[in-house]
């Protein structure tokens, strides 16, 4: 009989605590752009071995909240303000073709999971859960792809969320406010599931532009800080 060997299995509810953690503290800024992350500390608080934490974090730079520079360690990403203008840039565009896809496609049960995602936004804006309420706002957002019956949009949008995720964090911090109005997509929401397709494009491009002068300054504050260090 042939040896057969199988590959160890990866404790993968520990790791899913881990990632859970480290993308709290990255999004709430305990973990500040440009940080390196010290393996031995956070396994020594988080009572952990090296071993799942690194695949975490290999989790993470895959994800592309934490980058891995060679004989340097693994990094929070640094933001620019650079990197913020092509993100936003790009979803503008992204959800405008979005929509118009999935605008023929809508039914009850898209109406259904619009209201329930935007309910689960509301419920994180009320707990001040910052992390819950950038988690449940990417999903509201993202209804619109799923629904549009595009695998290459919808692969687009999945990556650019890791980096919108990052931003979002950056936005409120820029207000100083762990989460935005509960009321923030009531408008968008309605849209939606209204009769106007182009009056739910031009919200969309607004949504994207709320507060954005801030938050580019908030961005430009970084990168002066970082250059000084």
Not at 28 to 53: C, D
Not at 133 to 139: D, G, M, P, V
Request: aromatic letters at 6%.
């Amino acid at each position: 009989m042939a040896k057969l060997d199988f590959s160890p299995i990866a404790d993968t509810t520990r790791r899913a605590e881990i990632v859970a953690l480290l993308r709290r503290a990255i999004l709430t800024g305990q973990l500040e752009p440009g940080q390196k992350l010290n393996e031995l500390r956070i396994s020594e608080q988080m009572r952990v071995s090296r071993a799942p934490l690194r695949e975490a974090m290999r989790e993470l730079v895959q994800e592309g909240i934490l980058t891995s520079i060679p004989y340097a360690g693994t990094f929070v990403i640094d933001v620019t303000a650079k990197d913020i203008i092509d993100a936003y840039s790009l979803n503008k565009v992204l959800d405008e073709f979005a929509i118009e896809l999935a605008w023929p496609q809508r039914d009850q049960r898209f109406f259904d999971e619009l209201d329930r995602r935007h309910e689960a936004v509301k419920q994180a804006t009320r707990a001040l859960d910052t992390t819950r309420q950038i988690e449940t706002a990417l999903q509201l957002h993202g209804l619109i792809y799923e629904w549009a019956d595009n695998s290459v949009l919808l692969e687009t949008w999945q990556r650019l969320t890791s980096r919108l995720q990052m931003y979002f964090a950056l936005h409120q911090r820029a207000r100083n406010e762990p989460v935005p109005a509960e009321d923030v997509h009531e408008t968008y929401v309605a849209l939606l599931k209204g009769a106007d397709m182009r009056a739910a494009q031009r919200h969309a491009r607004e949504h994207i532009d709320l507060d954005f002068e801030e938050l580019l300054g908030y961005a430009r504050g970084l990168e002066k800080r970082a250059s000084k260090n």
